[in-house]
């Protein structure tokens, strides 16, 4: 692999690309250590050091690369993009208009990519305003924090802020983008990439820190066990046999060949993790604007939806997690259409009629296969909140979340994937064997 890398490297456009890549990267984590103005910088890193992120914005917070709780320019992170990603798949499938879009082909992505950068910017605008209501309420962090981390209470100080976090938004999200047009991988999926990767080493020595060497060397095997499996799920699939008939054109003869439909055991990637921590994530934003209240069911979500350690949180999680993937699952793999699609095509699996029994089969195959990939996804997700109960560790000196594995491991197969066949076009020897 390292042979392969440095022939990578040699090879002077891929390794522009390369470079282009990782200089961009680097400008992403320069600019989560630029306060937004209006931000008392020490103050920050007090509470920081004092505060316990295992609460409501740690999911923004390990996407941001620890941006947010510091208040930084890149403070939301790529968070709002992901949001309206999802919400725009989702519309598809509501509002007719989009779906044709989707059908039209690159002309219609390129509108739905419009439509997305918007709902971004909104979305950008409304999370900023909350962002910057809570810290000026000192309640950003788990626990209290005495230090006032936004001293001024001017309007214009407030509207700066918001201006700044939404501009950043916007800036990560061109960012993003130009990484995908001109480098290598998808630029979005690099960037939450370098947030969760660039925080492991301060992670594992927190832990030789706070607990012993022993301890940081039981938890970097555990990780790298966890990565192997997680590897090896995300490259399992089931190959359905797929043939097509001979057909004659003219005087040429097409079809007569043989080849699969690969249905993975976890088509919906990371996204079921997302939403189901988006939506726990709901009640305690609520909660947060009900500080002090004594009513009964603020006091039952701050005890049992707040924290990732009790069990009802954790059944829940679960719960959303097989729920999500199933419904994602069905938006994104619909097997009438792959049907009509080997029929008008001249496609069959064998011993399976073409039509209605194929449709049928395959969503009898799907099914089953998602069964697995929902329950992969829900045990791999559990990971950090069992490390909080077993090595007394929260999300701040346990790198090895279940979120941040699935994504670094997915994020990683699938660029050295693009590198694999750059090198291939090229007649060079790849990392894949």
Not at 152 to 181: F, H, K, N, P, Y
Not at 256 to 277: E, H, L, R, W
Request: hydrophobic letters at 50%; a positive charge.
């Amino acid at each position: 692999m390292l042979t392969a890398f440095a022939r990578a490297f040699r090879t002077p456009d891929l390794r522009r690309k390369l470079l282009f890549s990782i200089g961009i990267m680097a400008v992403f984590r320069l600019g989560s250590f630029i306060p937004t103005p209006g931000v008392d910088y020490q103050n920050v890193r007090q509470c920081i050091n004092r505060g316990d992120s295992t609460g409501t914005l740690a999911l923004i917070n390990l996407f941001s690369g620890g941006a947010l709780l510091q208040l930084s320019v890149f403070a939301l992170g790529i968070m709002p993009y992901i949001t309206a990603s999802i919400i725009v798949q989702l519309l598809t499938v509501v509002i007719p208009r989009f779906e044709t879009l989707k059908e039209e082909g690159q002309t219609g992505t390129a509108k739905l990519t419009q439509y997305t950068r918007y709902l971004t910017i909104g979305l950008a605008i409304l999370q900023s305003t909350t962002l910057v209501a809570i810290a000026r309420a000192n309640q950003l962090f788990g626990t209290p924090c005495p230090q006032e981390i936004v001293p001024s209470r001017s309007i214009v100080t407030a509207l700066i802020m918001v201006v700044t976090m939404t501009a950043g938004t916007g800036l990560i999200m061109w960012l993003g983008e130009v990484i995908t047009e001109r480098g290598i991988g998808n630029g979005m999926s690099l960037l939450i990439f370098t947030s969760i990767a660039a925080g492991f080493p301060q992670s594992i020595w927190a832990i030789r820190s706070e607990r012993s060497t022993d301890i940081m060397l039981i938890v970097i095997a555990m990780g790298l066990v966890i990565m192997g499996l997680v590897v090896f799920v995300e490259q399992s699939q089931r190959r359905i046999p797929v043939q097509y008939a001979k057909r004659m054109i003219g005087r040429r003869q097409y079809g007569g060949t043989s080849t699969y439909i690969p249905i993975k055991v976890n088509m919906a990637g990371v996204i079921p993790v997302i939403f189901a921590s988006s939506l726990l994530y709901l009640p305690a934003l609520i909660t947060q604007f009900q500080r002090g209240s004594t009513a009964g069911w603020v006091q039952w979500i701050n005890t049992h939806l707040v924290k990732g350690d009790d069990p009802v949180y954790m059944l829940a999680y679960f719960a959303l997690i097989i729920f999500f993937t199933y419904f994602y699952v069905s938006i994104t793999f619909n097997p009438d259409e792959v049907a009509e699609n080997m029929k008008k095509y001249g496609g069959f699996i064998p011993g399976i009629r073409a039509g209605r029994p194929t449709a049928e089969y395959l969503d009898f195959v799907l099914s089953r296969i998602t069964a697995p990939g929902a329950l992969y996804l829900g045990f791999v997700a559990l990971i950090p909140l069992v490390a909080l109960a077993l090595l007394n560790a929260n999300t701040n000196n346990f790198p090895f979340g279940g979120t941040s594995i699935l994504i670094v491991v997915g994020v990683g197969l699938e660029t050295v994937k693009q590198i694999e066949s750059q090198l291939q076009q090229r007649h060079y020897e790849g990392f894949l064997r």
